[in-house]
């Protein structure tokens, strides 16, 4: 891989993690002023959808070329990660919840080396190491040991959701029928809303809410502004930066870079809404940032060797 793609892929991998980490900096306002957390995850899905719409009809002949690509994306990587880590978070510590849903690049490390059965770089499974260990600090998980073994699967199942969702956006990142991102993503929305919106049932929202302002910290905001930020921001920019970092980089990178994401959140929340932050926590975040500079410092395989992902995109029967 060229350098200067690299970089670029590093770089977007970066903004992704940044635009990401902004979404609950965002939401938590709407819903501490009323708005149910499964409505927000609706509109955040359903307002993306929205403004991609044009999009997908532009790139209409993917249904045709990539259908269970597309759908696979919608109802794993849109829908799967944000159900299951809100029915999670319904049973078990925030924290704890999160630091789950973040085991997802190290699962996503197992299913390469021992389900697809190819190499594993070993600055990225180093990384993956200490960007969990990083995690943990973070999110503080010692002060939520009391465990629910059912709240335990569901964020393990975001966890798988997530890491898919690094492998589906490497589907097609070679070869001559590279489904375009934007098109992936804009099918992506459709599907993940179609599900949420029998999980979510948006019927119920109380719109008043978004008629309103919202206390971020100090500060009294529109609600409207803060959805647009979720939708615009934090959902159609952080999609179509991270697909296009994952094929520039190696799901396996682009993973362990994304846990940026919680460390994101966390310093947002430090800022904006006068949370504090302890000295774990900076301690994590410095990990975490550790984690991700180690892995992006592993190499492509030598020409001639097996490349570390199967491009299953190859044969839509086995998506």
């Not at 599900?195 to 529109?222: E, F, K, S």
């Amino acid at each position: 891989m060229q350098a200067s793609g690299r970089h670029a892929g590093l770089g977007l991998a970066l903004i992704s993690a940044i635009a990401f980490g902004g979404s609950g900096v965002a939401a938590k306002p709407l819903i501490e002023a009323g708005l149910d957390p499964l409505h927000m995850v609706w509109l955040r899905v359903a307002g993306a959808a929205l403004v991609l719409s044009p999009l997908a009809w532009r790139h209409r002949d993917l249904v045709r070329r990539k259908p269970l690509l597309l759908a696979g994306f919608g109802l794993v990587a849109v829908a799967g990660v944000q159900a299951f880590y809100f029915a999670s978070l319904s049973r078990i510590p925030v924290g704890v919840a999160l630091l789950l849903e973040y085991l997802g690049p190290a699962l996503l490390l197992g299913w390469i080396r021992f389900v697809q059965r190819r190499p594993v770089t070993r600055a990225a499974a180093a990384g993956a190491a200490v960007a969990v260990v990083g995690l943990a600090c973070v999110v503080q998980i010692w002060a939520g040991l009391s465990l629910d073994l059912l709240g335990v699967l569901l964020g393990l199942a975001a966890a798988c959701c997530q890491a898919f969702y690094f492998v589906f956006a490497d589907q097609g990142s070679d070869g001559d029928d590279v489904p375009d991102p934007m098109g992936m993503i804009a099918y992506g929305m459709i599907v993940g809303t179609l599900v949420m919106t029998v999980i979510a049932r948006p019927w119920q929202i109380d719109w008043q809410v978004l008629g309103g302002d919202a206390a971020l910290g100090d500060l009294m905001v529109p609600a409207p502004v803060l959805l647009g930020w979720v939708v615009l921001i934090a959902t159609v920019f952080a999609y179509l930066t991270g697909v296009v970092s994952v094929r520039k980089l190696s799901p396996q990178v682009a993973g362990v870079v994304a846990c940026l994401e919680a460390v994101v959140a966390t310093v947002l929340a430090w800022v904006l809404l006068n949370e504090h932050l302890s000295t774990w926590q900076i301690i994590g975040g410095a990990l975490v940032l550790g984690g991700a500079f180690i892995a992006q410092t592993s190499r492509q395989t030598a020409p001639g060797v097996a490349e570390p992902v199967a491009a299953l995109d190859r044969d839509p029967s086995k998506v």
